[in-house]
Structures are given as structure tokens and as C-alpha cells.
């Protein structure tokens, strides 16, 4: 259960409100801050102020398309006009530690709060991270992913040979732990039939 600190709890409950958004990055030698605003008294180490753009963390969600559920995850963008962001990670890199599954720590405070009564509001890895031109779109999922179970045993395997237009078979590698399934009266996609479905990319197809 969350305790926030008398600070935090006594601007939450203001009516005029200016929050205030800080990702805590883990590596192993320093942790790397990134700030909505500028200005934050006690950020304890390495900052990039006023870099942190749209944080947003949701609720659990279940994805049977990819066999799994996700507790909860979350996105955020940095600004990087003048590159601090880009310096910071690849001199990490160079170091021999990339971005991927790093640890994330979200924070929450508001305008005059000194960073002590920010409180902790998600934990989460990063899972991806997209550059633009002046920007990076970061995705994050939930710690707990990787202690959960996967709700589908899906099969994998990888195309023998290309798949072109027209094509009625499809060549794999391997058809191990494919497996067909009975389909009822009532089913729209195939009734009273037995048959499987692949998806490649974003196509997904049946086949008997």
C-alpha cells in the first residue's frame, strides 16, 4: 500500500495543480533522471531536465494474440533537440549496457516539491525504444511479466521459403507443437471443420 508523504498528499489535494513527472533509468554504474520541468531541487544524480514528455502507465490488459497478459505497462517520449539523451546512452553502450529491459522507475510530484516527496507511482522494463527525428518513443512493460505464466503455449517456427500470392501450402521449418482444432456448428470461421491458424507479421490465415 502507498503512504505519500505530507507534501505530496497536501498538493494532491489542491485545486490548482502542476505536476510534475520524473523517469528514474537503472544502469549498473548510475542511474539516468529524466524531467517533465526543469527546476526539481534534489535529483540525485545524473539529470536531463525538462526532456520527459507524455508518461502514461495502464491498467492490466490481456493479449491472447500474443499468449500472454500484461498487468500493466507504460510509454513515455524524450525530447532530445540538443542530444543530451543521445550522449547519455551511447556512452552507456559504449560501457557495454543498453536501453532493453533496463529498469524504470515513475515518479509523481508537483510544481515546489523538492524530489524527496515525489512518490514512486510504477515500476516497469523497457521493451522498445523508437528514435525520431529530435525524439524517442520509449515503451516499457510490467516487472511482473517476468515472473507470469503464459495463459497460450503458442508454436513458433520460421518460413522455408517465401510465401507468394496465390499460394495454397506453406513451407516451414518445423510443424512441432502445431496443433488443429474442432470447430462447432456455431462457429462463424469454419463450422463443423478442424483446422489451425498461423499468423505471419499481421496476416493471420487458417489452414486445415
Known sequence: ?????????????SDSKSPRSV???????????????????????????????????????LNPDQ??????????????????????????????????????RFYLGYEGMAWAD??????????????SRGSYSVDCMDIQRAARKDIFDLAQTTLAQ????????????????FTRVLHGPSYSDSPSSTVGYIRIKDEKIRYT
Open 162 to 177: 517465401s510465401v507468394a500470392v496465390g499460394d495454397t501450402t506453406i513451407n516451414v521449418s518445423s510443424t512441432v507443437g
Open 23 to 61: 523517469v528514474k533509468i537503472e544502469f549498473s554504474a548510475a542511474s539516468l533522471y529524466l524531467t517533465s520541468h526543469a527546476g526539481i531541487s534534489g535529483i540525485p544524480s545524473t539529470e536531463i531536465a525538462g526532456c520527459l514528455q507524455e508518461p502514461s502507465i495502464s491498467s492490466q490488459k
Open 67 to 104: 499468449g500472454r497478459s500484461e498487468i500493466c505497462s507504460a510509454s513515455f517520449v524524450v525530447t532530445d533537440l540538443d542530444r543530451p539523451f543521445t550522449v547519455s546512452i551511447r556512452m552507456l553502450w559504449a560501457a557495454g549496457e543498453g536501453l532493453r529491459d533496463k529498469l524504470c
Open 1 to 13: 500500500m502507498r503512504v505519500d508523504s505530507a507534501a505530496f498528499a497536501q498538493a494532491n489535494l
Open 118 to 131: 515525489f512518490m514512486l507511482i510504477g515500476t516497469q522494463r523497457i521493451s522498445a525504444v523508437a528514435p
